[in-house]
């Protein structure tokens, strides 16, 4: 959605994978020495916080209408976020990277399994998300280019059809959208790929495909950003949470 870019407060160490074991609010404890909580209520706010293995935030976004709230709690092994409200936000949990090419990417498969509970509607959709840069770190010159790997969406896609993917023999339908976020000095793509059928917030991903396709079709030979899974909030009026097992996000260093 052209969001600020939320930079992190801190940077993963090299492990082999990022491994994130999530459950249900009344396995995560409120506090603690490996603890974290936040939440976020209002326009125009950026939480986030990091461990040693991943990286957690949140997102209000101002530019849209509406006072959505939304907080996340969790530890080294769990995560949950909920929402209440109108408007859209976004949390998401994930890692950052550090110099890695995009082209150096491999097929080291991205996985989750999550649950989003949104029981008074409103749109949502739920992705890998994530930044590619042109350099290997973020700065006020930088430019970048913004990607989805959308699973799960109940909105229809506005931005342009550029072509379509089969990954793992399922296709994909792609879009491409020029876009210069008012932080950035130049402009950038936003790249999505929407799953076409068999929508689900479980499973495997192989990312390398999508890379590929989208480096042949204008996206910067640059440096991974961060790969994150995302739930994203737009309109209407939410009121439930996302929790999730088992995620993994490759090294690919």
């Known amino acids: 959605m052209g969001q600020k870019l939320i930079m992190p407060l801190v940077l993963l160490t ?13 396995d995560i404890p409120s506090s603690g020495p490996a603890g974290f909580d936040g939440s976020i209520q209002g326009d125009g706010y950026y939480v986030e916080s990091g461990t040693g293995r991943h990286h957690v935030s949140i997102w209000q ?9 939304l907080s996340w709690k969790g530890d080294v092994e769990k995560i ?23 082209r150096d990417v491999d097929a080291s498969p991205v996985n989750v399994s999550a649950k989003v509970d949104n029981p008074t509607g409103g749109s949502y959709f739920f992705a890998i998300y994530g930044w590619v840069f042109d350099q290997p770190s973020w700065g006020p010159s930088t430019r970048r280019d913004e ?15 550029i072509g379509s993917l089969t990954v793992d023999g399922v296709e994909y339908a ?5 876009f210069a976020p008012p932080e950035q000095d130049m402009p950038g793509y936003r790249f999505k790929a929407i799953r076409k059928t068999g929508k689900r917030q479980s499973g495997p991903i192989n990312l390398k495909p999508f890379f590929e396709y989208w480096l042949a079709n204008g996206m910067y030979d640059g440096y991974l950003g961060e790969v994150t899974w995302a739930i994203e909030l ?9 929790t999730c097992t088992d995620i993994v996000i490759p090294e690919y260093n």
């Open 61 to 69: 976004a101002g530019y849209w209408s509406g006072s959505n709230a």
């Open 147 to 161: 990607y989805y790997v959308i699973e799960d969406a109940t909105m229809d896609e506005s931005d342009p059809l």
């Open 234 to 242: 737009l309109g209407g009026s939410h009121k439930g949470s996302f």
């Open 80 to 102: 949950l976020f909920t929402f209440d409200g109108s408007g859209g936000a976004i949390g998401r949990v994930g890692k950052w990277y550090d110099g890695t090419k995009v």
């Open 14 to 26: 090299a492990f082999s994978l990022l491994s994130i074991r999530c459950a249900t609010d009344n």
């Open 174 to 178: 792609m879009h491409k959208f020029t």
